[in-house]
C-alpha cells in the first residue's frame, strides 16, 4: 500500500529533551516536506526537501532541524525542545513533475504526529 | 507573506443541505488550487483541484468554483451527508513553483443527520 509513515504517533515530553519523529514514504517520491497543524493557523511548513541531500526552510524553521540521507526517510529533529513546539504535526511527499493534469501538485500525507513538550 | 484567506472557520449544515466554503487569495501568480480534506485523526487528503483556465470542476458531489477576476475560489458541497463532516483546507499553488502549498486555515464542517 502506497503511504506516508510517521512515529510516534503521540509524544509527551519535557523542555530541552531532544527527539526525533520519523517520517518514510514508500512512492519513491523526490519531494518530502514537514508541516506543523495548530488550531486556526492551518498548516504551515517547516521544512522541506527537494531530493536526497536537498533541504530548506519553510515558513516556520526556527527550533527544528531535518536531514534527507535517502530518498524514502526525512525525520524532523527538535534538538531543545520548547512549550510553544507543542502541536501537530504532519509529514507530506509527492512526486516531483510539472504535469499539465490538475492533480501534479498532490501532496501526500501521513497520519500526524502530536507533540506535547511540557 | 502570501495568503489565503479561508471563511467561514466553522459550518454547520442539515444533511441533504449545500455546503460552501469560500477561499480569497491575494496575488494572481498561482495556478493550481486544490481542496484539502481531513478527517479527525489522519492526515490532510486531496479532495479536488482545478488549474485557472476554467472556472468550475465537478466530481460528484463536490464542486470547486472559480472566480479569476475577482481571485476566489469555492468549495461546494451537494446533499451534504454526516460523512462529510471533517476540516477542509484550500490552498494555492505559485506559478514558479510545482512544490510549494499556501494552506488557508481550514473549516470544520458538521452535517447534522
Known amino acids: 500500500e502506497a503511504q506516508v509513515t510517521q512515529n510516534p504517533r503521540y509524544l509527551i515530553t519535557v523542555t530541552g529533551k531532544k527527539l526525533t519523529v520519523t517520517c518514510s514514504q514508500n512512492?519513491?517520491?523526490?519531494?518530502m516536506s514537514w508541516y506543523r497543524q495548530d488550531p486556526g493557523l492551518g498548516l504551515r511548513q517547516i521544512y522541506y526537501s527537494m531530493n536526497v541531500e536537498v533541504t530548506d526552510k519553510g515558513d516556520v524553521p526556527e527550533g527544528y532541524k531535518v536531514s534527507r540521507k535517502e530518498k524514502r526517510n526525512f525525520p524532523l529533529i527538535l534538538e531543545s525542545p520548547s512549550p510553544n513546539q507543542t502541536s501537530l504535526y504532519f509529514c507530506a511527499s509527492k512526486k516531483d513533475s510539472k504535469g499539465t493534469s490538475a492533480y501534479y501538485n498532490e501532496q501526500f500525507f501521513g497520519p500526524g504526529t502530536r507533540l506535547t513538550v511540557l | 507573506q502570501q495568503q489565503v484567506k479561508q471563511s467561514p472557520q466553522s459550518l454547520i449544515v442539515q444533511k441533504g443541505g449545500i455546503s460552501i466554503i469560500n477561499c480569497a487569495y491575494e496575488?494572481?501568480?498561482?495556478?493550481?488550487f486544490p481542496w484539502y480534506q481531513q478527517f479527525p485523526g489522519k492526515g490532510p487528503a486531496l479532495l479536488i483541484a482545478?488549474?485557472?483556465d476554467v472556472s468550475e470542476k465537478k466530481e460528484g458531489r463536490f464542486t470547486i468554483s472559480f472566480n479569476k477576476s475577482a481571485k476566489q475560489f469555492s468549495l461546494h458541497i451537494m446533499d451534504s451527508q454526516p460523512g462529510d463532516s471533517a476540516t477542509y483546507f484550500c490552498?494555492?499553488?505559485?506559478?514558479?513553483?510545482?512544490?510549494?502549498?499556501?494552506w488557508g486555515a481550514g473549516t470544520k464542517l458538521i452535517i447534522k443527520p
Open positions: 482545478i488549474r485557472p
Open positions: 490552498a494555492v499553488t505559485p506559478l514558479d513553483s510545482n512544490y510549494q502549498l499556501i
Open positions: 512512492m519513491n517520491h523526490e519531494y
Open positions: 496575488n494572481t501568480a498561482f495556478d493550481y
